[in-house]
């Protein structure tokens, strides 16, 4: 539940599933946004197991009145598909490279997709922005952020794979192909070879100049 877009805690919210209503401690100025699950293909009962409680029975009218017609008998609920690469030439051992990857949801109409990585490479370190999501809409993406703090051996190309699950069917399941690559040089390599380069440009400049001097005098 959020009230005027500030995410409420457990504690500042109640709410009565017999009558259908909910209530919050804060008084919303200009929204209050609830977010619930229902069923997409049928009406549902709960029991509790208490005969002092009584069971809850959901009569879906939103389904039935105002939405399409769903084929319950071909329905196949949520549908994992990822899509990106991330791939990464040329970087100095231990530095900190970004990419981005996309999750959607391309299953049924009115499904909603839980989803989580559930491994990645064992070389670097690694984190993930959002690392799982819950309820993605069918027709719906969202884009992974990823950081990487690239492993400090140099000369290498290190290569993996992110794998993605459904967290409702792990039959479901994409896989992201990851590469890194590290240069051949070090910095202080790379140091040397440049104070050399520019100590031959000295000496070439040194024996240009001394045998132009040594013409000259000839001429004379």
């Not at 293909?41 to 029975?57: E, H, K, P």
């Not at 839980?114 to 984190?127: L, Q």
């Not at 309820?135 to 190309?157: C, F, H, I, R």
Request: charged fraction near 15%; aromatic fraction near 14%.
């Amino acid at each position: 539940m959020t009230c005027d877009g500030v995410p409420l805690a457990p504690s500042e919210y109640t709410s009565s599933r017999e009558e259908g209503w909910v209530t919050v401690s804060t008084v919303p100025v200009e929204s209050l946004e609830v977010t619930y699950r229902y069923s997409p293909s049928q009406d549902m009962a709960v029991t509790n197991w208490d005969s002092n409680i009584g069971n809850y029975l959901y009569y879906n009218k939103l389904i039935n009145y105002t939405l399409p017609e769903l084929d319950c008998k071909n329905y196949t609920g949520p549908d994992l598909e990822c899509s990106g690469t991330l791939s990464w030439d040329d970087i100095e051992p231990g530095a900190t490279v970004l990419g981005n990857f996309t999750v959607s949801n391309i299953g049924d109409p009115l499904s909603f997709l839980n989803w989580e990585i559930i491994s990645y490479p064992d070389w670097g370190t690694w984190s993930f922005t959002p690392s799982s999501g819950t309820s993605l809409p069918s027709g719906e993406s969202v884009n992974v952020l990823v950081n990487v703090v690239a492993p400090t051996e140099e000369n290498t190309q290190f290569q993996g794979d992110i794998i993605i699950v459904n967290s409702g069917n792990s039959a479901d399941s994409c896989v992201i192909h990851v590469t890194l690559k590290t240069p051949y040089f070090s910095i202080y390599q790379s140091t040397l070879y440049q104070r050399w380069d520019n100590f031959y440009e000295t000496m070439q400049s040194f024996w240009s100049s001394h045998f132009l001097s040594h013409k000259t005098l000839a001429n004379s």
